[in-house]
Every structure is written in structure tokens, then in C-alpha cells.
């Protein structure tokens, strides 16, 4: 028996041990946000808290180092900042080298230590145990827990981790301005061993969703005993009176030109009404009610809370803000947003902020949703700041047939040389799906996908400058399902199969098409300067599944994307080959054609080229099975028996100097 164990335990340290010195473990979960907008905002915090506490624990068994969270998995945003600020769940703005875990232990060892009362000190430790909001001006209430919450798990399970937070920050009136040192030119980098970290301003992500996914998490409930803290979950649901519920969010996607809002978009309900604008300029002292001679005007309570309220809330910012916690508790890097989609009540910094930290593992760079699809900070980060490794955490909503998540954001890896972990938030009835793990000289090394319930991704990527010239071996996709959700399993049901998938569509009359009318030849396309050509051979002809008949079309584009937010678009350029339902007027994913040969060439505007190829169900190729060549704006994807089937071979190409 003793030497059965000792098996046992050897197999557990091996298999949860990297196997390679030159590689390092990363995490990235694939979130399913529990709770409807019409909930309240600071319990829907602490079930995905919970959730999240669990996962990471997980992750830490299996050796990983760093895990990456996605972006709005913890609540959804909403565009009444008043709103938010009254909810109790968005922290203020934290500052680099703070350790939370730390400073909290202090507090409860001050506590301990000091002069009060046997019962005074009782009193004062559950406070600080279950204190959750502290209300730091009139009717704005910021959580004091989350920061703590996030640091003490890092440091109980020895694991870095990356997580994206609503944060705000008081605004600087104007004469405050003139006693502050003007860093507007400057931009933030943060590093592992010397923080040195400068702050402009970042906005947030919005949500339109459904009740789709109404889960019910399971509460951890916050210990008050003060001989041992559990300090990982402590998810008390202390709400203050002045908490309001709101379920108008605002969806974030990567939808091209003239794409239609979609139905789900619409149906959100608002449980509370707030003025968005104020009609009313009041001053401190003014009060309720004015006379004029024989005329009296008087303003009504509600009228005078609602300009209070605004005037609060224009006293305030809120941005989406990604923090870094390392292995003790430490938060060593922070990121605001610059590319904002359909965010009006969140902030964004005045120029671009460059951030990233370095520990023993490499130089991470830090980005949020469509910060990937700008020039900025991407190339920053690859070309002045030398990254190994790029961290993405995203809500994207996939928009067919060139921007899925798992396509663009592996092809980013591939063009740059440089390995990435993205998390994303997955409802697939809206088409926020795809988080993967890819290094730079083999591409993906797994993904999350779309016929399984599994969440947590975890693979070894190799550490610093062994980015570009060595493979690591271990690769593997860990189960989180209904066991960390307690949820309902129709409601996960709906989060798996590619029925149930409905991604953004660029309406397919945008783009130069040329039918593949053989099983094989040659055929090219332009749109202007973008010109394309395919040489191929299939294996067999065209196939059915089901009742859907695949048609391949070789397409180019080069036009304006726009986005539902007016102040967001961009120049794209591409050459694809696609399979498209003219009778469905839709994009398929799914096919069994193979290829003997196929060779696309591109000549774009730009050298800013992704190139990809997706299989079936959106699963992407690995890159040492296809090749890609560029010369300066010419560019090459070629491949020979490739044994998996096609359904997406694409160079995407931005032109960012017309965005």
C-alpha cells in the first residue's frame, strides 16, 4: 500500500510538474457570467466571484503560473454611470505595488493588537470581514472587497493572476489641474521588479444581452471568525440602501459595415430609470423653492436628486481596467482600455497607454477586447517594449467571416512572433465566443471550442527568449462544468453546440466573389488595390452535410468597417476563401472538403497581414501544418494533403493609417 501511494504521488507531481525547463504553464478561462442584468449588481459580483475562486484554485493544482480571466465576467456594465457608481461594485482606481492581502492582514493584526475592548474588537473584526462597499461621497459607493479578494488568492495559491475590473477615479477640477505635474505625454509600462507606472484615463465594455444565461451560482459566505480567516472567497452580500439595479448594458462587438443590431441587442429592459442628461443647474446653496413677487417655481425632490446624482456622477470616471496580481498578492500592472465599443458612460485616457511587467517567466504586454484590432498598443508592445507575451482579455463577439476570436486573435500571434493567451466571456446565442493559447512557432496550442463544456485552457508556452525557436509538449483542456456552476443544465446546454452559435455576419454583397466552380484550377479576384489569387486542388468535390450544400467563393474586400459605435471603425483589407450559403444567406463553418494543394496569394495596401486557417467548427489549423510568406504588402498561405477539412483560409489586412 505505502508503495502504491508513492506511485500515485509521483504520477500527481510529474503530471502537474512542466516537463520541459524552458516552458512555463498559463491558464485561460472561457467564463459564463451567472445572473441576469435585472439582479442585483454587487450579489451577481460575488457568484461569479465564487466561480471564479474555484477555477483558480483548479488551475493552481495543475501548476499553472498565470491565469487569464475575461473581460466583464464578474458584471455586466451599464451606460448610466450614476448607476454603477451608486451599485457598490466598482473599486477605486488602484495603485500599482499595492498589496491588498497584506495591507488587510495588517488591519485585523492592528485590530488585535490595540488598546478597545474585548467586545470592541469583536465589533471591528466583523466589520472588517464583512465590509464589502464604503460610501465615498454622496451617492457613490465604492467596493473595498474585490481588490483584497483578488490579492489573497494569488498569494494562497502561489498563482499570478490577470482580471478585468470596472475602476473609477475622481475627476481633477480644473484649478487642482494647475498643482498637478503634466504627464499627458507619458505612457505607462509597469515591471515585475521596478514599478514605475503612469496613469491617463481608460473606458469600459458594454453589454447587450438577454436573460439567456440566468444561472444561480453558489455563495461562499464570509467567515467572521478571527482565528482563521478564509481569505479567498469572502463573498459577503452586504448591499447599501442606495444600491440600484439595472439591466441596459451595451454590447461590445467587431461588427463590419452595415451590420444590423441584432435581436438579442434589443431586448434589454431597464428596472431603473436615471436621466442621462441634466436639464437642471443648480447651485449648492440654492434652495427647493424660489418667489418672485406674487410667482413661486418649485422644484421637485426627485427633479433635485437626479441633479445631485448627475452631478456626482460628472465628478467621476470609470474605466476598464485590467490588473495584474503576482504569486504573493501584489498587483504589479495595471491597463485601461483605449478602444471603447458603444461605452458612453466609460472614460478613456487621453493618449494610448503602453503597459506590461516582467517577471522570471518573460515581458508581458497587456490589452482589452479591439485594443487588438489597432495598430496601438500591439506594435508598441511587440517592437519598443520586445514582449514575449501578450495577455488579451476580451468579451468579443465573433463577426463572420474574418474576425472570429479564435481566428484573428491566433493570427496576431503568428504575424507579430510572439505568443498570446486570451480569455474570452462565451454566450454563444450572441456570438461572444473562442479563448485560446497560441505560441509563435506552432500557433495555437489549444482552444476553447464549440461542441464541449470544457472552460479551463491550460498549456506550456516557452519562457522568454525561447519564444521563437522552442517547442513546449504539454497540452491539455481541463473540465469546468456544471460542478463549479450549480447551475441549471438547460441554461448550460445553450453554451454548447454550434447550433446554438449565432455570430455577426458582414453581409456577403460587400466583398468581390469568384464562385470555385471545379474541384481544381485557378481564379482571382479584386476590390480596387486588394487582389487576390487561388491556385488549388481538392481532394474530393463539394460535400454535403445534412441538408446544406457548401460553396466555396474566393472574395477580397477592402472597405471601412464600422462598428454599432460611431466613433469606431477601421480600413480592412482581405483575401479569403469562404464557404457561404446563398440560399441561408449565411457563412459555414462546418465542411469534410479537403485539399490537395491550395496556394492564396494576396497584394494589399499594407503590410499589416493576419493570415489563418480554421477547420470545422471554427477549430484553427496548427501553424506548422500550413506556411506563410510575406514580402513587404504581398503575402502567401500554401499547404499540400492537409488532412484536415476547410472552411476558412484568410490573409486579413489593416490598413491603419486610414482608420
Known amino acids: 500500500m505505502k508503495y502504491i501511494l508513492i506511485f500515485l504521488l509521483t504520477i ?17 478561462y472561457e467564463h459564463i457570467r451567472v445572473g441576469s442584468p435585472t439582479d442585483n449588481p454587487l450579489k451577481v459580483l460575488n457568484d461569479n466571484f465564487a466561480i471564479y475562486a474555484k477555477v483558480i484554485r483548479k488551475a493552481s493544482w495543475e501548476n499553472v503560473k498565470i491565469i487569464v480571466l475575461p473581460e466583464y465576467g464578474l458584471f455586466p456594465i451599464n451606460n448610466q454611470k450614476d448607476v454603477m457608481l451608486s451599485s457598490g461594485v466598482v473599486p477605486v482606481l488602484p495603485e500599482v505595488g499595492t498589496n491588498f492581502c497584506e495591507l488587510y492582514k495588517q488591519e485585523i493584526k492592528d485590530v488585535k493588537k490595540s488598546n478597545l475592548t474585548k467586545q470592541e474588537k469583536k465589533d471591528k473584526l466583523k466589520e472588517l470581514y464583512e465590509e464589502e462597499t464604503e460610501e465615498i461621497d454622496e451617492n457613490v459607493f465604492a467596493n473595498t472587497a474585490i481588490l483584497r479578494k483578488f490579492s489573497c488568492l494569488a498569494k494562497k495559491h502561489e498563482i499570478s493572476i490577470v482580471v478585468d475590473l470596472s475602476t473609477m477615479e475622481k475627476v481633477i477640477e480644473e484649478e487642482e489641474k494647475n498643482t498637478v505635474t503634466d504627464r499627458s505625454d507619458l505612457i505607462s509600462t509597469t515591471h515585475h521588479t521596478n514599478i514605475e507606472f503612469i496613469t491617463p484615463d481608460i473606458t469600459s465594455n458594454n453589454q447587450n444581452e438577454s436573460n439567456a444565461v440566468n444561472l444561480s451560482a453558489e455563495n461562499n459566505s464570509t467567515s467572521t471568525d478571527s482565528t482563521e480567516l478564509d481569505l479567498e472567497v469572502n463573498s459577503t452580500e452586504s448591499v447599501s440602501n442606495n444600491t440600484t439595479t439595472t439591466s441596459s448594458t451595451s454590447q461590445e462587438t467587431t461588427t463590419s459595415l452595415n451590420v444590423q443590431t441584432t435581436k438579442l441587442e434589443k431586448e434589454v429592459t431597464s428596472t431603473t430609470t436615471v436621466a442621462s442628461e441634466t436639464t437642471t443647474t443648480s447651485k449648492p446653496d440654492e434652495t427647493t423653492t424660489t418667489s418672485k413677487a406674487d ?24 474605466y476598464n481596467t485590467l490588473l495584474v496580481f503576482d504569486d504573493q498578492g501584489k498587483l504589479i500592472a495595471r491597463y485601461r482600455k483605449f478602444h471603447l465599443f458603444n461605452e458612453p458612460s466609460v472614460s478613456t485616457t487621453d493618449k494610448q497607454e503602453i503597459s506590461t511587467f516582467e517577471n522570471k517567466f518573460g515581458k508581458f504586454g497587456l490589452a482589452i477586447c479591439a485594443d487588438i484590432l489597432f495598430e496601438d498598443p500591439i506594435k508598441s508592445l511587440v517592437e519598443k517594449e520586445k514582449i514575449n507575451h501578450l495577455i488579451l482579455s476580451t468579451d468579443w463577439f465573433d ?17 507579430y512572433g510572439i505568443n498570446i493567451v486570451t480569455s474570452n466571456r462565451r454566450l454563444l446565442e450572441i456570438g461572444s465566443f473562442g479563448s485560446l493559447i497560441a505560441s509563435a512557432n506552432t500557433g495555437v496550442r489549444v482552444q476553447s ?19 521563437k525557436n522552442h517547442k ?36 456577403f454583397e460587400l466583398f468581390q466573389s469568384k464562385q470555385l466552380e471545379k474541384t481544381e484550377g485557378s481564379v482571382s479576384v479584386c476590390d480596387g488595390v486588394t487582389c487576390c489569387e487561388l491556385d488549388y486542388k481538392m481532394k474530393e468535390s463539394f460535400n454535403y452535410d445534412g441538408d446544406d450544400y457548401f ?77 506563410f510568406k510575406q514580402d513587404n504588402q504581398t503575402s502567401e498561405i500554401s499547404f499540400k494533403n492537409l488532412r484536415n477539412s476547410i472552411t476558412l483560409v484568410t490573409l486579413y489586412a489593416r490598413d491603419y493609417d486610414l482608420d
Not at 471550442?449 to 519564444?467: F, S, V, W
Request: glycine share 4%; charged share 25%; net charge positive.
Open 12 to 28: 500527481f507531481i510529474s503530471t502537474t510538474q512542466s516537463s520541459d525547463s524552458k516552458c512555463f504553464r498559463v491558464g485561460s
Open 295 to 318: 410667482e413661486t417655481t418649485t422644484t421637485s425632490k426627485a427633479d433635485e436628486t437626479t441633479t445631485t446624482q448627475q452631478s456626482v456622477s460628472n465628478s467621476y470616471k470609470l
Open 399 to 415: 463577426a463572420q467571416p474574418n474576425l472570429a476570436a479564435v481566428s484573428f486573435h491566433s493570427s496576431v500571434a503568428i504575424k
Open 449 to 467: 471550442k464549440l461542441n464541449d463544456n470544457k472552460r479551463l485552457l491550460i498549456a506550456e508556452l516557452p519562457i522568454g527568449n525561447n519564444t
Open 472 to 507: 513546449c509538449t504539454h497540452t491539455q483542456r481541463e473540465t469546468v462544468g456544471s460542478d463549479i456552476y450549480k447551475a441549471d443544465r438547460k441554461s448550460l446546454k445553450k453554451q454548447v453546440g454550434r447550433k446554438n452559435y449565432k455570430p455577426l455576419e458582414t453581409p
Open 551 to 627: 460553396n466555396y467563393y474566393l472574395i477580397a474586400g477592402n472597405r471601412k468597417s464600422k462598428s454599432q459605435d460611431p466613433l469606431i471603425d477601421w480600413q480592412e483589407e482581405n483575401c479569403s476563401l469562404v464557404i457561404y450559403d446563398k440560399l441561408k444567406k449565411e457563412y459555414k463553418i462546418t465542411s469534410s472538403t479537403r485539399f490537395k494543394k491550395l496556394i492564396l496569394k494576396g497584394t494589399f495596401n499594407t503590410a499589416a497581414i493576419f493570415p489563418n486557417v480554421l477547420s470545422k467548427n471554427l477549430e484553427v489549423v496548427p501553424k506548422q501544418k500550413w506556411t
